[in-house]
């Protein structure tokens, strides 16, 4: 079989990216491979579902660029395929004098990056969200929720429908590269040729390059965002989403409340490290991704730079009393019987050699192949500006 285009990896980013190199060239031939039976199966089915404004970017970042331009391409692309969303708003809550000095950086950044905001009391806090405590907060009002795996059954079927091949329920086992292209093999037996390869593997990412002949400097190391379900009887605790005010010293947000767009809330994640990439149930443990992240150096440094905020997430995670102090920080009036139903995203850290973790975009070429290593959040949102710099990439390098 031959492809102009083969796109590795069916969750948000690989659809879009294969959506756009569609619209720019009607009559291309492309084909998209994912191992699961569906698509969205991972990164993009376990998140929030949250479409961000952005406010927590720096000024003129990337990151804040492509999700400003992400919520608004989502929310149409939403419209037009009668997808459901709601723009329920965003409070960013100050629970202690710290917070509230933490939240001028915020407002100066919504400012630059002109991101509308309000600025809210604690009495107007307790009068709009009576469940709530703070010292004030900010109200987001652009933010909105939505089911990121109905965006992805959208572009799939628009892809299909225009003429691109889909392969599910494939696992590549081999890439090679030549003057002329890339040779994939897979699990069934294919052989498939591509004048061009675009890997958007998420937790594989590392080993698909690696399988191409590539040499990652990077590791994914995994880390569990675990979360509980409020009962019904809470679903309508809260009208907004409640986000903290993050703390710089920390490498990931903390634990918030999110209303879901099927209705009920849920209170998480914690970022607490996994011992399976894709083992999405509590004590999951695969010994060859186990085996593979004590072998990386990068990995001993990062857990020593982070090794008390880790340690605090392992007790959280193991006792669900410590985890319910965190959620009280917003909402006192959560109990224990309250934390539900446990689920749990996985999150692909991609981690550098000295320890670092990469918090920007991570990419891996060759002439025939372009490997997005790192998408880093909110890569769902931005999915869609994502997909256009990466056909932007491919073709400037065409040239």
């Known amino acids: 079989m031959w492809f102009q285009y083969c796109v590795v990896g069916g969750g948000i980013i690989g659809l879009a990216t294969a959506s756009e190199l569609l619209a720019r060239d009607a009559t291309a031939r492309i084909l998209v491979i994912e191992k699961e039976a569906g698509f969205g199966e991972h990164q993009t089915g376990h998140n929030s579902g949250v479409i961000h404004a952005g406010i927590y970017y720096a000024p003129g970042s990337l990151k804040a660029k492509l999700c400003r331009e992400g919520a608004k391409e989502t929310k149409a692309f939403a419209r037009d395929n ?4 709601e723009v329920c708003g965003k409070l960013l809550v100050g629970t202690s004098p710290v917070e509230m000095e933490r939240m001028e950086a915020l407002k100066h950044r919504a400012l630059e990056n002109g991101i509308g905001f309000e600025e809210v009391s604690a009495a107007r806090l307790h009068e709009i969200e009576p469940n709530i405590a703070g010292l004030g907060a900010l109200l987001v009002p652009s933010t909105g929720i939505i089911n990121y795996k109905l965006i992805c059954d959208a572009l799939a079927e628009g892809l299909k429908a225009n003429g691109a091949k889909l392969m599910t329920g494939t696992r590549v086992k081999g890439i090679s590269e ?13 052989t498939i040729r591509a004048e061009q390869l675009v890997a958007c593997a998420g937790l594989q990412s590392d080993r698909l390059a690696r399988l191409a002949g590539l040499n990652p400097t990077h590791q994914i190391v995994p880390f569990r965002g675990e979360y509980y379900t ?90 669900r009393r410590g985890y319910l102090d965190q959620c009280r920080k917003y909402c006192p009036s ?11 995203g996985i999150r692909a850290q991609a981690v550098l050699a000295d320890g670092t973790l990469v918090h920007d975009f991570l990419f891996l070429d060759s002439p025939r192949q372009l490997h997005v290593c ?13 997909a256009k710099m990466i056909v932007d990439r491919i073709e400037e390098r065409s040239q």
Not at 374 to 386: D, E, G, K, W
Request: proline letters at 9%.
């Open 374 to 386: 790192n998408a880093p959040s909110p890569a769902a949102t931005s999915a869609m500006p994502i």
């Open 82 to 85: 009668n997808i459901p969303f």
């Open 334 to 344: 959560l109990e224990l019987s309250d934390l539900g139903q446990p689920g749990a």
């Open 178 to 190: 030549d003057d002329n292209g890339v040779v994939v093999t897979t699990d069934r037996g294919e």
């Open 230 to 319: 409020l009962p019904d009887a809470k679903s309508t605790i809260v009208k907004h989403l409640i986000y903290p005010i993050p703390d710089p010293d920390l490498p990931f947000l903390g634990i918030h409340l999110t209303r879901m767009i099927d209705g009920p809330v849920t209170v998480g994640p914690n970022a607490v490290l996994g011992f399976h990439r894709e083992g999405y149930k509590k004590g999951s443990i695969d010994l060859a991704d186990v085996t593979q992240m004590l072998a990386f150096g990068g990995f001993w440094k990062m857990a020593r730079k982070n090794l008390t905020s880790g340690i605090d997430e392992f007790r959280n995670s193991i006792f």
